[in-house]
């Protein structure tokens, strides 16, 4: 027979324990059954333990977040000529079909590049 036991919780202590029970693959309440079968037996440090693991990782997103975003840079200034690249392509033994496909996708790149800078 199961009873229902309720629990008043601040928002802080919510989100710790759904988010611990989320890291442990568990349903919240799965997880608090978890939490006082082992606090009995002695491993209230396992319940502290994933409670700090889970305030590092909180951490860690804050600080990816706040991190600056990367400097797009553009593609085509990296990418060597379009002659040059046929030529290796050829010098290796691609068949012309592959040559065109590539050819095809350096056009759209081309093409997507210059519609970048005339909207910039």
Do not use: C, F, H
């Not at 036991?5 to 324990?17: G, H, K, M, N, Q």
């Not at 079968?37 to 600080?63: H, K, P, Y």
Request: a positive charge; aromatic letters at 2%; hydrophobic letters at 50%.
């Amino acid at each position: 027979m199961g009873k229902v036991i309720s629990v008043r919780l601040s928002d802080v202590e919510e989100a710790r324990i759904r988010g611990a029970a989320a890291l442990s693959g568990m349903p919240i309440s799965g997880y608090l059954k978890w939490l006082i079968t082992n606090g009995r037996s002695g491993g209230q440090n396992d319940a502290e333990m994933i409670l700090r693991r889970l305030d590092d990782i909180a951490t860690a997103v804050a600080n990816v977040r706040a991190a600056p975003a990367p400097v797009q840079m553009p593609l085509l200034g990296a990418v060597p000529a379009r002659g040059a690249i046929v030529a290796r392509l050829r010098e290796r033994g691609l068949p012309s079909s592959t040559i065109r496909q590539v050819e095809a996708v350096l056009d759209e790149l081309e093409g997507k590049a210059a519609r970048a800078s005339v909207a910039a």
